[in-house]
């Protein structure tokens, strides 16, 4: 897969992303709002993308492509699907801290969504988010994501306030 928006390219990974990845995956916006994806090691990123790389050609994911600037080449973070249920999709993404504020997220997301929405025939998305996650909620609006919960949920594993948002194809 490749998608190429005006200042980014959502790709497939390869082995040589370790290292980004790993830096990416080691500011503070990663620990605070999606402590499972912070790896501890550039070995530990590089099985995660073997991983990930293993899962292209299922159908039920999880669906996780950097996210790269056609400027620099340079991978600022990751777009991702992942089912929760049967027919059910969650929306994830993040970009790494010193590339936040310039809407890539914002541009990344949409590109993603128009195009996995057609490759998997899904008609709805969900986004969840903590509710002090301001710029993830501000991104899913941007995006056509709709509120349709907030309050106590299951994020990462604990109880935590959440928002809940659902996009319609």
Request: hydrophobic share 35%.
């Amino acid at each position: 897969m490749q998608i190429k928006t005006e200042h980014l390219t959502i790709t497939t990974f390869s082995q040589d992303m370790d290292q980004t990845v790993y830096e990416n995956s080691q500011d503070d916006d990663t620990r605070r709002f999606v402590p499972d994806e912070v790896y501890n090691s550039v070995e530990e990123a590089r099985e995660a993308i073997e991983f990930l790389m293993s899962r292209y050609e299922s159908t039920d994911g999880p669906f996780v492509y950097p996210v790269i600037t056609n400027s620099e080449g340079k991978n600022i973070g990751y777009v991702q699907l992942c089912k929760l249920d049967e027919g059910t999709w969650e929306i994830g993404y993040h970009i790494a801290k010193n590339f936040t504020g310039k809407g890539y997220a914002t541009e990344a997301v949409k590109a993603f969504l128009s195009a996995m929405a057609k490759k998997l025939n899904i008609k709805e998305v969900y986004g969840i988010c903590l509710t002090e996650n301001t710029a993830s909620i501000r991104v899913l609006e941007k995006c056509g994501f709709t509120q349709i919960y907030e309050g106590l949920g299951n994020y990462q594993g604990k109880e935590a306030q959440i928002i809940k948002t659902i996009w319609n194809n």
